[in-house]
C-alpha cells in the first residue's frame, strides 16, 4: 500500500456478492452510490458505512476508471479499505447490454399499465432502474 506522509495513496477494494468476489483489487479512488447519493473515497478517508442503492460504482486503478453495476447492499469504509457487500454486481464487459435492453423495455411496458391492480409499481420500477444502469455501465466497457 502507498503511502505519503502517513496517509495511504491507495485503497483496497472489494466487492462481493452473495455468490462470488467481483473485485479484489489496490485502487487509488472508489465512487459508490450510497442511499443519500454518491459519495467518493480516497486513501486515508475517516471510517464510515452506508447503504447502497442500485447504481454505478467507478474506481480509478492506475489512473484508469473502471466501472461495475451494482445493486443494494452495504458499504463499509475504513482508511486503507473500502469493503462492498452487494445483492449483486457485473464489470462493465460482463453486462449483457441487449438482455438489459430487453429488461429495460419490459420494465416501460409494465409502467405504461400504471393504475392496473395486477402490476406491481415498485418492482417495475426497480426493475427499469437496474436496466437503465447496466446499459449505461456496458457502454462503459
Sequence with gaps: M???EGI???L???????????VREEVEEVMAP??????GVMGGHLPFMSTLKVGELAYRKNGRWRHLAV???YVEVRPETVIVLAEAAEKAEEVDAA????ARDRALERLAQWGDESIDVLRAQGALTRSLTRIEVAGKS
Design 8 to 10: 495511504p495513496r491507495t
Design 34 to 39: 450510497g442511499a443519500e447519493g454518491y459519495f
Design 71 to 73: 445493486s443494494w447492499g
Design 12 to 22: 483496497n477494494l472489494e466487492v462481493v456478492t452473495p455468490t462470488r468476489m467481483v
Design 99 to 102: 438482455r438489459a435492453e430487453r
Design 2 to 4: 502507498a503511502r505519503h
